[in-house]
Nanobody
Framework: QVQLVESGGGLVQPGGSLRLSCATPGFILEEFDVAWFRQAPGKEREGVSC?????????RYTDSVKGRFRISRNRAEGMVYLEMNNLRPEDTAVYYC????????????????????????WGQGTQVTVSS
């Protein structure tokens, strides 16, 4: 059974850091592109970052988090991480881990990773609040 289980959210002051974790039991992590999305109150869910299943380890980031966030993957442990630094109040949202519906979709390689319809599995989300 495919599952994605996020953890690591919390309350942090502006300029602080958090590391989100996504456990991925039930499938072979290196066969699927995995991404982080977030949804703030009253806004649409938006893509934050993706990690490609391809051997090149391609990663993508939305412009607002470039240079501050870093996605990583531990294949042996079946974990995907999102390290978030220099957090801003506008980063406040529920953060979701998501897996592409199809193996080897290359969504991260070719830039289609932002399309929510390509993801067949989502976690329950973890709340990140950036506030003083």
């Amino acid at each position: 059974q495919v599952q994605l289980v996020e953890s690591g959210g919390g309350l942090v002051q502006p300029g602080g850091s958090l590391r989100l974790s996504c456990a991925t039991p039930g499938f072979i992590l290196e066969e699927f592109d995995v991404a982080w999305f977030r949804q703030a109150p009253g806004k649409e869910r938006e893509g934050v970052s993706c990690f490609s299943a391809s051997g090149g380890g391609i990663t993508r980031y939305t412009d607002s988090v470039k240079g501050r966030f870093r996605i990583s993957r531990n294949r042996a442990e079946g974990m995907v991480y999102l390290e978030m630094n220099n957090l801003r109040p506008e980063d406040t949202a529920v953060y979701y881990c998501a897996r592409q519906f199809n193996r080897w979709s290359e969504s991260c390689d070719h830039g289609t990773w932002l399309r929510r319809e390509g993801y067949g599995f989502w976690g329950q989300g973890t709340q990140v609040t950036v506030s003083s």
